[in-house]
């Protein structure tokens, strides 16, 4: 009997946040994408201070977010295959959005340009990659994941 055959079910708690979290982590792959491919709709939709200080950002702040976005999306997948890297694509991706977050709020002056609506918007990112490692940290101890 193979490893997937013994399985117990999927619980519903574990398809409830692997899709929410894959939706999310969807949503910030698409919206790094257009981004860093100029997409104009994506540039129109922003002031023109938000946009000057998002075209003059190092590179690796780019490449930080895409990095922290697509680890997210990695660890959903991997959650909802029950696979246990999920945990570790968590963490990668948590260490990613602090890098980014370091320098929109340390390195630069991103918090004058983005707003407390911003400066929450980014606390409420890092929380939400906190609840998935958190979840997958107890998924893998029970078994849900491997």
């Known amino acids: 009997m193979t490893d997937i055959a013994r399985r117990a079910p999927t619980p519903w708690h574990l398809w409830l946040v692997g899709v929410l979290s894959l939706l999310w982590n969807a949503t910030g792959v698409w919206q790094w994408y257009q981004q860093v491919t100029g997409a104009p709709a994506y540039w129109d939709a922003m002031t023109a201070a938000e946009a000057a200080y998002l075209r003059a950002a190092p590179v690796w702040t780019d490449v930080?977010?895409?990095?922290?976005?697509?680890?997210?999306?990695?660890?959903?997948?991997?959650?909802?295959?029950?696979?246990?890297?999920?945990?570790?694509?968590?963490?990668?991706?948590?260490?990613?959005?602090?890098?980014?977050?370091?320098?929109?709020?340390?390195?630069?002056?991103?918090?004058?340009?983005?707003?407390?609506?911003?400066?929450?918007?980014?606390?409420?990112?890092?929380?939400?990659?906190?609840?998935?490692?958190?979840?997958?940290?107890?998924?893998?101890?029970?078994?849900?994941?491997?």
Do not use: K, P
């Open 64 to 146: 930080a977010f895409g990095a922290a976005v697509w680890c997210g999306l990695l660890g959903a997948l991997l959650l909802l295959f029950r696979r246990r890297l999920a945990f570790n694509a968590f963490i990668a991706g948590l260490i990613a959005m602090l890098a980014d977050s370091v320098y929109v709020h340390f390195l630069s002056n991103g918090r004058e340009v983005i707003g407390t609506a911003g400066v929450g918007f980014g606390l409420v990112v890092i929380l939400i990659f906190v609840g998935q490692i958190a979840y997958s940290r107890w998924a893998r101890g029970r078994a849900i994941i491997r």
